[in-house]
């Protein structure tokens, strides 16, 4: 059901932008900015909407909303402000093979999964930023785009592929901070009164990539010039995720009371917001003097 309702979704998207760009009889010579732009819109809200609905389907409407349709504020910024980029020069001529790499990633994006849009998303950002002439902007914009696609598909990839040494290292440091032992992804209590397990959703990793993507965002918006530095101002965003999370689960660790009482989805929604703030803070900290400027 969920994927006959994306379907349905991108098809009503294709046909509503074919309508308002191709009536006939109208003149209508788009530029390559807004072939690319468009491409964009398509393939970032076919995937959102995927999440959305798996979301619902998974959780139900109101703890799907509670839970923002389990997507970050900090992906819809970095989808926002791509657009805005590729936008903002409004230049040059649509060739041939522009057209038909977006045609071929339009069938793709049609598709009812939401991995295919944001690979489409991904072949789109590599094409224009290795196999086109483009502004600063443009590349900019395809760059922050390249880097959402870290959190909505690649991290999901890699996090399959060695899922249990991603567990067992978040396992470790919680056990590590409880001062108990630890078997695999499962933790025993601070009052030996049983065992707490790691589950993917509680990992590490998603979070990390979404600090990625906040500085990529902030950065390219502000055209920060990349130093040696920028790295450890990364690597201090992505520390600061795991320093909050495995404080969390080590919290709920403490004991099954404490357990119940934190894994509700009114202490996620915190623990989130306290993760974003950390992660916007961090990344304006290291990028202080660009934001100051455009300020």
Known sequence: MSQRRQARFATATLLYFQHKLWRPGLSFRPTRSELFAGTYILGCTNGLAAKMIASVHLSGWVDAAVGSFDISAIVLVACFTGVSLVLVDKTGIIRAADLAVVIVLLFAIALPIGAM????????????????????????????????????????????????????????LVGWMLGTQRNGNLVEFADHSGTLAIFPPCSSLANVSLAFLCWITISESVRHRWSPQDILWCLLACFSVVTVNVIRISLMGLSSAHYRMLHTPLAEIAANFVILASIVTISLLGLKRETLIRA
């Open 117 to 172: 849009s944001w690979l489409a998303v991904t072949i789109l950002s590599v094409y224009v930023l290795l196999f086109t002439e483009t502004t600063d902007l443009q590349r900019r914009g395809a760059i922050v785009f390249l880097a959402a696609t870290v959190p909505m598909l690649w991290s999901r990839l890699i996090f399959d592929l060695f899922a249990s040494f991603i567990l067992g290292a978040d396992a470790w």
